[in-house]
């Protein structure tokens, strides 16, 4: 009797085990697959989408996976192995806007939804692909916002036009670049500085050898009368490595203001007691890594399409006297 009874409960125990384990492995193969694809991993801003897209994986519950694509093969090649995978959708920074067609025919073939993040592909014309739904920056604004930012210190340490100089390192093969840069030099502009003070520097690379060599080669053109400089770019890496040239060339901390643009990638700097690079405007990537991989998730498994274009236009100017109070405001300060 007692033996039978043993045997029965086995029995039902393996049972309820199978039942357990089948369910978790149809789960398993349910669960909601997301990519999501940066051009340049090794930015904290990056990072930093990537961490917040974690967030909303856990909170929705689907599975994230992220790749790192430097280039367009690699791109390509990702999004292969992401269907492979099951995925249904991917979230990309591409690292190059024009592999927007490409990416979209790749995209197409794997039934693979698309929503592009920070970079805006263009198509064959260099138009906008205007049907790809977009999260970014409100480009133009918060570059006028960090052009005011540094006018108004300038005229908090008492510089005078006549003496103060800006380096601006461009990028203009990238939309949301340009916009940056062209809408600080327009706020400088209104503040008075005049247009012959303001130079610019072609990047080549959006790093900081990159931006250290675009500044170098407009610091060589400046007239003697510069004393004060005023250094920018579209982001925090394209202002540090210009800060890096003018600490080369001989100038003082106390004669130069660089600002960027991101934050995340300006945190190492501002715990320097003292730098050129007096602070970054901060924009909001916790938002974008989140709002991005939920609104994909969304779209997969309710049909609910994201808008075609989302502009994110709120910034922060954090300096050594505020960063770390405003980064843990909002979750990023670690
Ligand atoms: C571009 C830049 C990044 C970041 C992002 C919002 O992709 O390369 O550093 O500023 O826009």
Request: hydrophobic fraction near 45%.
């Amino acid at each position: 009797m007692k033996r039978r009874f043993g045997i029965r409960t086995l029995c039902s125990t393996a049972l309820a085990v199978t039942a357990f384990s089948l369910s978790s492995a149809l789960l398993a193969a349910d669960a909601v697959k997301i990519g999501f694809l940066v051009k340049q991993a090794e930015e904290p801003w990056f990072q930093t989408e990537w961490a917040f897209a974690e967030k909303a994986a856990k909170d929705k519950g689907f599975e994230l996976i992220k790749i790192a694509v430097p280039d367009g093969e690699k791109t390509l090649s990702a999004i292969d192995s992401l269907a492979a995978n099951g995925a249904k959708g991917f979230v990309i920074c591409p690292p190059d806007v024009s592999l927007g067609p490409a990416i979209m025919a790749k995209a197409k073939i794997n039934d693979l939804k698309v929503i592009a993040v920070d970079d805006r592909f263009v198509d064959a014309n260099g138009k906008f692909m205007e049907d790809v739904p977009y999260l970014g920056m409100a480009a133009f604004e918060v570059g006028q916002k960090q052009g005011a930012a540094m006018a108004a210190e300038a005229k908090k340490r008492n510089w005078d036009w006549k003496d103060t100089y800006a380096v601006v390192n461009t990028y203009n093969e990238l939309d949301t670049g340009k916009k940056r840069t062209d809408g600080s030099v327009d706020a400088l502009k209104k503040a008075g500085m005049p247009e012959d003070h303001i130079l610019f520097a072609a990047l080549k690379t959006l790093d900081v050898p990159g931006s250290m060599d675009a500044t170098n080669s407009a610091l060589v053109k400046l007239p003697g009368a510069a004393k004060n400089l005023i250094i920018g770019g579209m982001n925090d890496n394209t202002v540090l490595g210009g800060v890096r040239a003018t600490e080369a060339a001989g100038f003082a901390a106390s004669n130069v203001i660089g600002i960027g643009i991101n934050g995340t990638d300006a945190i190492g700097e501002l715990k320097k007691p003292n730098s050129g690079f007096f602070g970054s405007m901060l924009p909001s990537p916790h938002i974008e890594g989140y709002k991005t991989a939920e609104m994909m998730y969304e779209w997969i498994t309710a049909g609910k399409e994201p808008p075609k274009y989302t502009a994110m236009d709120d910034v922060t100017l954090i300096t050594r006297e505020n960063f770390k109070q405003e980064l843990e405001k909002i979750g990023l300060w670690n």
